[in-house]
T-cell receptor, first 112, second 109 residues
Framework: NAGVTQTPKFRILKIGQSMTLQCTQD?????MYWYRQDPGMGLKLIYY???????DKGEVPNGYNVSRSTTEDFPLRLELAAPSQTSVYFC???????????FGDGTRLSIL | GIQVEQSPPDLILQEGANSTLRCNFS?????LQWFHQNPWGQLINLFYIPSGTKQNGRLSATTVATERYSLLYISSSQTTDSGVYFC???????????FGTGTSLTVIP
């Protein structure tokens, strides 16, 4: 099992550009979550999904979009990149709400 | 939303010492998890512990849900324990997780 795989690991964007952060898991987990971590802070939930076809907003969803067409994949889309979106993005998956979360290694995104 | 506070914010230990990290939360929760973020930024789940006590080697955790706090104990600390420890809670009635701001631990040889 590869676990939770995030790509890319690093990316620099210009203001106004768009990009998709990829997250794939091979553990057949229903729950998949996207977080962002700003320097010196804890993680904040952006969007989450409890199964294919189901997505919901988290604490900080503005400026992002997600889709969940398959169990394995949960991409995060930035449409118009802004400097405030400079952060480290983590994807997590778990089977259900009574199980521990498994995290990917993160994507470090800088917007200049 | 629910407030999650961790203390102390920073901790420096000599190798071999013991420590207790605390997580307070402001509302009832379904779920509480402890994580270790290593110096390379990777997040590792330590405990899923909405209530009660669990132990895993030198680490143990206790959650007293009725009093809205959890404790993480690290015994005989090692340099590899360095990093940031986070607790995360899921309030009752929701699927969202809220993280504390973490305790940064440095273990000195």
């Amino acid at each position: 099992n590869a676990g939770v795989t995030q790509t890319p690991k690093f990316r620099i964007l210009k203001i106004g550009q768009s990009m998709t952060l990829q997250c794939t898991q091979d553990m057949n987990h229903n729950y998949m979550y996207w977080y962002r971590q700003d320097p010196g802070m804890g993680l904040k939930l952006i969007y989450y999904s409890v199964g294919a076809g189901i997505t919901d907003k988290g604490e900080v969803p503005n400026g992002y979009n997600v889709s969940r067409s398959t169990t394995e994949d949960f991409p995060l889309r930035l449409e118009l990149a802004a400097p405030s979106q400079t952060s480290v993005y983590f994807c997590a998956s778990f089977p259900n709400s009574n199980q521990p979360q498994h995290f990917g290694d993160g994507t470090r995104l800088s917007i200049l | 939303g629910i407030q999650v506070e961790q203390s102390p914010p920073d901790l420096i230990l000599q190798e071999g010492a013991n420590s207790t990290l605390r997580c307070n939360f402001s509302d009832s929760v379904n779920n509480l998890q402890w994580f270790h973020q290593n110096p390379w930024g990777q997040l590792i789940n330590l405990f899923y512990i909405p209530s009660g006590t669990k132990q895993n080697g030198r680490l143990s955790a206790t959650t007293v849900a009725t009093e809205r706090y959890s404790l993480l104990y690290i015994s005989s600390s090692q340099t590899t324990d360095s990093g940031v420890y986070f607790c995360a809670v899921e309030p009752i009635g929701g699927n969202q997780f809220y993280f504390g701001t973490g305790t940064s631990l440095t273990v000195i040889p």
